[in-house]
């Protein structure tokens, strides 16, 4: 059975930091690409970055590309997500996904296993 459960996000003021955390049980990293998206409230469910172990290919949607960073690592099976600058725009419910692929996805119907999500809130 594939798991993914996220952790890490909270309140903090604009322009400040927060790191995500996506543990994954029931895959080999190798044979999965590995995203993180978010949905703020009344919004549809955005892709933010994926990555393939694979090959270390990843994408960064242009909205975070230089603010987040992704990584893995394959070892703890852990997926992160590293928010720097962060923006009252960036309020969302952040989930990790997982795709049976490994080549990278790009939109929310090519991942099958979702995580619960963990909200982040931008606000001084």
């Known amino acids: 059975e594939v798991q993914l459960v996220e952790s890490g996000g909270g309140l903090v003021q604009p322009g400040g930091s927060l790191r995500l955390s996506c543990l994954a049980s029931?895959?080999?990293?190798?044979?999965?690409?590995i995203g993180w998206f978010r949905q703020a409230p009344g919004k549809g469910r955005e892709m933010l970055t994926c990555?393939?172990?694979?090959?270390?290919?990843?994408y960064y949607e242009p909205s975070v590309k230089g603010r987040f960073t992704a990584s893995t690592d394959n070892a703890k099976k852990t997926l992160a997500l590293q928010m720097s600058s962060l923006k009252p725009e960036d309020t969302a419910v952040y989930y990790c996904?997982?795709?049976?692929?490994?080549?990278?996805?790009?939109?929310?119907?090519?991942?099958?296993?979702w995580g619960q999500g963990t909200q982040v809130t931008v606000s001084s």
């Open positions: 990555i393939t172990n694979n090959d270390d290919s990843i």
């Open positions: 029931g895959i080999t990293f190798d044979d999965y690409a």
């Open positions: 996904a997982a795709r049976s692929d490994v080549g990278l996805g790009f939109a929310r119907d090519e991942f099958d296993y």
